[in-house]
C-alpha cells in the first residue's frame, strides 16, 4: 500500500516538475554545445562552398563513436544526414552496422565514401553527454566539421571524473541498491556490496586488458559471483541472499543492447538488430557459463528466483532508488549536473513499473515503465542542465532488468533444468514489451516537442 501512493506521488510530483519547465524545455543548441566540457567550435557558414572531404570526416567521427556508445541506427543516420545538410552535402547517405560504418558525403557536384570501425571499449556517461553535445552543435552548423573531429578525438581522450577507489565505492553502493530492489535480506544486502567490491575492482582492471579477453574476465567474475553465492546458500544463510546471485553482475548485463537489438528489428533495421541481439545473446551464455561452472564445482542448490515482498520493509526499495543513482553516477563517471535529473528518471521509470505491476503484471509492466521514462528522459534532454537521453535512459534500463531474467534462464539452459524455455521467453517478451514501449514513448515525446527553430 505504500508502495502504491509513493509511486503515484512521485508520478505526480514529477508530471508537475516537467510541465511546468516545459516553457524552458527548448534548449539553446548554440549555448549547451559551446558549453561543453570540450570546446573549440567554429560555426558552419551558410554560404560556405561544400567540403566534402571535411564533412565526410566529421560523419565518421560523429558516426563511430555514436556507435560505440550505443545509439541506434535509425538515430545515427538521422545525425549524420543532418550534418550532411547543414554543410551543404544533401546526398549523403550512410550504412551503420553495429560495429562500424559507410559513409558517402555527396552534393556539390563532389563525392567521397569512408569506411570507419566504431572502436571497441564502453563509454563513460560524461563522454555519452559531450557525444549527446557535439552532435547537437554538428547538426545545427554550430560546429563546423574539422572542430568537429577535433571535439571527437578530445571526448576519446576524457579521463574519468572520479578516481579508481570512488569508482569501485559507487560500484559496491549500486549493487548493494540493487540487491534490495531484488528483495535481498541484510544479510544478502551484505553480500552484494562485498562482490560488488570484487567485481568492480575486476571491471576497472578489464579497461586497460585487450577487449579479446573481456569473454575471460566475464566468466570469472560470474565464476566468482556465482561460488560466493553457491558455497554460502549451503551453510544455511537462506534464499535472501540469492539477489548478490545477480546484483554485483548488473553492468555486465546486457540488458540495454538486447532491448535495443528488439528496438532494430521491429524497425526494420534487420543486420545491426540481428548483429546486437547475437552479441547480447553471446554476453548472457558467458555470465551463465560461469554461474554453470561455479555450480559444477560445489553445486547448485535448490533456487527460487520468483519474486517476493521486499524483507527490508516497503520504503527500503525507495531509499535504494537513491543509493542506486549515485552508485551509476560515480562508477560510470556522470557529470554531478546529471544526478538531480538521474533521480527523477529512476524514481519515475520505478514508480510506473511497481504501478505497472499492480495494474497488468511484470512484462507488460516493464511496457508502461519505458513507455512513461522515454519522454521523460526526452524533456530532461532539452532542459538548460539536462544531460543527453543515454545518461539518464542506461541507468533506467538496469532497474527494468531485462537482462536479469535472460541471465537466469541462459542458467538453467546450461544446467539442464526444463523450465528455462519459459524463463527464456519471459525474457524475450520483456524484452520486446520494452522496445514498443520505447517506440510509443518516442513517438509521444515527438508529439510534444515544438518545431525547431
Not at 522496445?435 to 508529439?447: C, I, K, M, P
Amino acid at each position: 500500500m505504500i508502495s502504491t501512493i509513493a509511486a503515484i506521488v512521485v508520478l505526480v510530483a514529477a508530471a508537475i516538475l516537467l510541465i511546468a519547465s516545459r516553457g524552458r524545455a527548448e534548449r539553446d543548441i548554440t549555448v549547451a554545445a559551446r558549453a561543453a566540457a570540450v570546446t573549440g567550435a567554429v560555426p558552419v557558414s551558410p554560404d560556405e562552398k561544400p567540403d566534402a572531404a571535411a564533412a565526410l570526416a566529421a560523419a565518421e567521427s560523429l558516426g563511430a563513436i555514436m556507435t560505440q556508445a550505443g545509439y541506434s541506427v535509425d538515430t545515427i543516420q538521422d545525425v549524420i544526414a543532418d550534418v550532411a545538410k547543414v554543410n551543404n552535402l544533401p546526398e549523403s547517405e550512410a550504412l551503420v552496422f553495429p560495429n562500424a560504418l559507410l559513409v558517402s558525403a555527396r552534393g556539390g557536384g563532389q563525392q567521397r565514401t569512408g569506411a570507419v570501425s566504431s572502436g571497441s571499449g564502453q563509454l563513460l556517461l560524461s563522454q555519452i553527454d559531450e557525444v549527446h553535445r557535439t552532435a547537437d552543435g554538428a547538426r545545427t552548423g554550430v560546429i563546423d566539421p574539422h572542430s568537429v573531429v577535433v571535439k571527437i578525438q578530445r571526448i576519446r581522450e576524457m579521463k574519468p571524473l572520479y578516481g579508481r577507489v570512488l569508482r569501485v565505492v559507487g560500484y559496491m553502493f549500486l549493487s548493494g541498491a540493487l540487491s534490495v530492489l531484488l528483495g535481498a535480506t541484510w544479510n544478502g544486502v551484505a553480500l552484494s556490496v562485498a562482490l560488488g567490491l570484487v567485481a568492480g575492482t575486476a571491471l576497472l582492471v578489464s579497461e586497460r586488458v585487450p577487449a579479446r579477453y573481456g569473454a575471460l574476465i566475464t566468466v570469472a567474475i560470474a565464476f566468482v559471483v556465482a561460488l560466493t553465492v553457491f558455497l554460502l546458500l549451503r551453510t544455511g544463510l537462506g534464499t535472501g541472499i540469492l539477489p548478490a546471485l545477480l546484483a554485483p553482475l548488473v553492468v555486465l548485463l546486457p540488458g540495454a543492447l538486447l532491448t535495443t537489438a528488439v528496438l532494430e528489428l521491429t524497425t526494420g533495421q534487420m543486420l545491426s538488430g540481428a548483429g546486437r541481439l547475437a552479441a547480447g545473446a553471446m554476453q548472457l551464455v558467458l555470465l551463465g557459463a560461469g554461474i554453470m561452472t561455479a555450480g559444477a564445482v560445489v553445486g547448485v542448490p535448490d533456487l527460487d528466483f520468483s519474486e517476493q515482498p521486499s524483507p527490508l520493509g516497503e520504503i527500503a526499495p525507495w531509499i535504494a532508488v537513491a543509493v542506486f543513482a549515485v552508485g551509476i553516477c560515480v562508477h560510470r563517471s556522470a557529470p554531478p549536473r546529471a544526478l538531480p535529473w538521474m533521480l527523477l528518471v529512476l524514481y519515475v521509470a520505478y514508480s510506473a513499473q511497481v504501478l505497472g505491476d499492480l495494474a497488468v503484471g511484470g512484462v507488460l509492466s516493464a511496457f508502461i515503465g519505458a513507455l512513461v521514462v522515454t519522454p521523460v528522459t526526452s524533456l530532461v534532454a532539452r532542459q538548460p542542465t539536462g544531460p543527453a537521453p543515454m545518461v539518464t535512459f542506461t541507468p533506467a534500463f538496469w532497474l527494468l532488468v531485462p537482462g536479469a531474467l535472460g541471465l537466469v534462464g541462459v542458467a538453467d539452459v546450461l544446467g539442464g533444468d526444463a523450465a528455462a524455455s519459459d524463463s527464456l521467453v519471459t525474457t524475450l517478451a520483456t524484452m520486446v514489451a520494452i522496445a514498443l514501449g520505447v517506440l510509443a514513448g518516442s513517438a509521444l515525446s515527438n508529439r510534444m516537442r515544438r518545431p525547431a527553430l
